[in-house]
């Protein structure tokens, strides 16, 4: 009997929502064990610097690893299925490259974490675009397509960018050293 290989899309639920579901229990964790300091900013900055880490950084890092190692599997579960994927290897070193730039701001902070969020959001706004164009021009309904994927496109990089505004309106991290109050 033959069995059918399982395979996850990489923007599924499943990957994301646990490296989303992290990001919070850590961050949490983080902001009770350090009671002392209860500033809103250190509070924002702890949220804010586990989304870039875990939300962003770490499901990045696992996205690339499906479009490397599963190419054809993910652009089949998507709806393109023109071709054999060798698309998912260029996509995959976009998705490396925000994912390990995530991780690093785990040690940078400032407007590293502006050009982050900048880079995210063009990547993942443009493949929210893309999703939406081949929605309405083929009909692709695939849940790979207008499913989470889709909207977790939109939701990483705007949480991020809110976390950041508000950390840089209060002073936080999310302003260079020297522009702090």
Not at 52 to 63: E, F, Y
Not at 125 to 142: C, L, P, R, S
């Amino acid at each position: 009997m033959e069995s059918t290989p399982v395979t996850v899309n990489p923007r599924s639920p499943v990957t994301t929502v646990i490296a989303v579901a992290l990001a919070l229990i850590v961050a949490a964790i983080q902001v009770r064990r350090h009671r002392t300091d209860t500033r809103p900013a250190a509070v924002i900055d702890t949220y804010l610097v586990w989304w870039l880490v875990l939300a962003i950084g770490l499901s990045s890092v696992v996205g690339a690893a499906f479009h490397v190692f599963d190419g054809p599997a993910i652009a089949e579960m998507i709806g393109y299925t023109r071709g054999d994927g060798g698309f998912q290897f260029e996509n995959a070193m976009g998705d490396l490259a925000i994912g390990v730039t995530g991780v690093l701001c785990f040690w940078f902070r400032g407007y590293f974490w502006l050009a982050l969020l900048t880079v995210t959001t063009i990547q993942y706004f443009g493949d929210a675009a893309g999703h939406v164009y081949f929605w309405i021009a083929e009909d692709n309904t695939k849940s790979g397509n207008i499913g989470a994927p889709l909207w977790f496109d939109i939701i990483l990089p705007v949480v991020g960018f809110t976390l950041y505004a508000l950390s840089y309106r209060r002073g936080g991290d999310a302003r260079p050293v020297g522009a702090r109050t």
